[in-house]
Each structure stands twice: as C-alpha cells, then as structure tokens.
C-alpha cells in the first residue's frame, strides 16, 4: 500500500504513541478492504459514545487514549449520549452513571471532539458534495452520502475516531466512485400515493434496508426532495436500522445520477408496506417518543404548530434535539411542560434510559427507534407523526 512521508511518519511513531496506534489500526483497516492507499477526510463523526452501550472498556479506552496524546486532526463531533446533561436526575439516572458518562464526553473533548451530542451533524458541519468524511453514525452517513454527494462509509465509532486522528480513511468502499454505482433498483411508483398520503416513509425506508443489505440502491417513485427535510431523515435512518448500506440513490434529491442498467427491479406493492408496518403494531399505549433522528428547530416549531390550542396531551410526549436547538427553545419550555410535553437534548429514545422516565410501551414516527426499542423489548407502535400527535390528545 502506497503510504506519503507524513503518513509514514505517522505510522513509525515519529508523532507520538497515539497518532501510531491509530494509523496501525486504519492501515490494518486498509489492507481488510484491499485499499490501495489513504484519502485525506475534511470532518469526522464519532458514534457509539452513550455508557449505556460501551461501558466500562470503553470508557477505559477513550481515557487512556486521552491520556497518551491522542487528538483529532480535523472538526470532529460526537453522537448522543445516554442521558440529559442537564436534565439526567429527571430521566431517573443515578450519580454514577452520570458520572461515567460525563468522563466518556470528557474524554473525547481532551481528543479534540466537539460535544455537540447530536447524531444529525450534517445540519451543523460545512460539508459539501465530494467531501471525504470518517463518520460513523448510519442516518447522517446515508443522509451525507444520498443527499449532499459526500463520501464515507459506515465506520464502527473507534474506526472513525482513528480515522479522525490521523486525518485520514481507506480509500476504499464508498470512498470511491466507482462503488456508488446502483446495484438494485426498488420502485414505490405503484404505491407512491398511499407513501405520500399516509406519510409512511419510515415504514418505505424500512423496507428498502431489508431488501437492500449492503448493496447501493436506486429508489424510484417515492416523492421525497430536499425541502422535505423531516422526511427525507425518517426514510434514511430507517434505512441504516435494517439494512447495511450506507448510500441510497434517490430519484429527485440525490445529486448524483447513475444509470441503473442491468440490475434487478424490486417493484414495491402496498402488501409489503404493510407486513413491514404490522411488525410495528405493538401497543396503542404509552408515551409518543419523536426525534429519532434528532429534531431540527423547524421540526420542533412545526410540532408545536400541530399541537392544540387548548387542553393537555393525556399522555406525555417526549422530543429530542441538540442542545443547540433546545436553546432556542427556551422561551417555548413552559408551555410545551403545561400541554405536556417535554424536550430533552444531547440524547434519544434509543440510548437513554427510556424505561424509566417513559415505560415499556411507546408510540413514535420513526421506524429506526421503533426497531431499535423493539429488540431491547419495548412494545411499539409505529406511526405517523401527525397521528402520534391525535393519540396524545384524545
């Protein structure tokens, strides 16, 4: 593999312990995916940094590599974490777990990473077509990839941590042109109707991960474009949850635009919609749960829209946004507690301690919560987001 002077000197150490260790462990990477050299990334994402998912070990490892000098080489940000920095004592989380979790952040932040706690980093970061990134958060590397025309691939969260220390990932994968071509073509023109009508996008997405894997799919007919931001994240997270792909080629938003000849047609019916929504009718109780992926400030304000001028939800309605966006809500927090309802930031449903503060049945519009929380043993029912808001109010 081709390596320059600076990477070369990466790798014998000549710039410390942990850019070595680091550079090792992406080159290793490298040579798994038959890479012929390195590319130089602009921005870095690192996920999987709630306690509730790495634990003790990786607490360990995040502050030893803190402690030998590791730090990023390019704007890094971090996924959420487990809990409300601010609000954690009313999640039901106890001291030490907050603490640990508050030495997980801690840690990151000594590498160089911004504790942005948001896991939509393409509504803060300046990215741009063409972009190499080292993100490993699956709804914003298919939201960079499908949308904007950047390039990185679904990195586990210590791979782009590595990748962002030494400023640098495999070319490799999505990482390069020719890999973005289509492999399957999945039509929802037959139902494209019912989708728009019934807003079942999270459900579509579900289906396109499953039937997609980890091959590069063109969707047709399913009309989703940029000004429709709130869809367009439901569909793509939905899409990392079931399938492993980390690009999605839509007709009418993607910016690049691939032939598609000599692929397999999957032409989706109303039949599979269904069968995949009905694995999401669990409860029709319990607490509505919306941001998953986190709401954007526009979101948020259109919700509130939604909400009745009068009266109280009868059942609580949890929101989850950065810690950005909370802010600019603040002036909104004691109405929205009167009808209710409650925003958290810097976490989601899925990686905080939802059973606690929520219970064990919840209602959302997102099908990637809906299948996280059903395979932690959450009872589920998805459904729009308009009609999450009607069952909290009747």
Avoid at 18 to 41: P, S, W
Avoid at 203 to 231: F, H, I, M, W
Wanted: net charge negative; glycine share 8%; charged share 25%.
């Amino acid at each position: 593999m081709y390596l320059d002077p600076e990477e070369e000197k990466m790798l014998d150490g000549e710039y410390g312990e942990a850019i070595a260790m680091a550079m090792k462990t992406v080159l290793r990477v490298a040579e798994a995916l038959k890479a012929e050299r390195l590319v130089r990334v602009k921005n870095a994402h690192i996920s999987g940094i709630s306690y509730k998912n790495i634990g003790d070990e990786g607490l360990q490892f995040l502050e030893e590599l803190a402690a030998k000098g590791g730090r990023v080489s390019v704007p890094s940000s971090m996924n959420p974490a487990g809990l409300d920095l601010a609000q954690w004592r009313n999640m039901g989380v106890d001291k030490g777990y907050f603490e640990k979790q508050m030495r997980i952040i801690n840690a990151l932040a000594a590498l160089g990473v911004k504790p942005t706690l948001t896991c939509t980093p393409y509504l803060y970061e300046d990215i741009s077509y063409g972009d190499h990134l080292a993100w490993s958060e699956s709804n914003a590397v298919l939201y960079a990839n499908s949308i904007i025309g950047a390039r990185s691939n679904r990195d586990g969260g210590p791979l782009a941590l590595f990748e962002a220390i030494v400023g640098r990932a495999p070319l490799a994968g999505l990482h390069v042109e020719s890999n973005r071509r289509p492999e399957l073509v999945i039509d929802f023109t037959s139902v494209s109707k019912e989708v728009e009508e019934q807003n079942m996008y999270s459900v579509a997405g579900l289906l396109v991960g499953a039937l997609t894997g980890n091959r590069v799919p063109l969707v047709r007919g399913l009309k989703l474009s940029k000004e429709r931001l709130d869809y367009i994240k439901l569909f793509l997270a939905a899409v990392g949850a079931t399938g492993g792909t980390g690009l999605v080629l839509i007709e009418g938003a993607s910016p690049e635009n691939y032939p598609a000849s000599g692929v397999d047609t999957i032409e989706v019916d109303f039949k599979m919609l269904r069968e995949t929504l009905d694995n999401y009718s669990g409860t029709d109780e319990g607490a509505i749960v919306l941001g998953c992926p986190h709401l954007s400030l526009d979101e948020i304000m259109d919700i509130i829209s939604r909400l009745p001028e009068n009266g109280t939800a009868t059942r609580k309605i949890f929101l989850y946004t950065s810690r950005e966006v909370y802010e600019a809500l603040s002036a909104y927090m004691p109405k929205l507690r009167e009808k209710n309802v409650y925003v958290f930031a810097d976490t989601c449903m899925v990686v905080s301690p939802l059973n606690i503060y929520a219970g064990k049945e919840v209602i959302t519009d997102s099908g990637k919560a809906a299948f996280y929380l059903k395979a932690q043993g959450y009872k589920v029912k998805l459904v729009s987001r308009q009609k999450a808001i009607e069952m909290a109010f009747t």
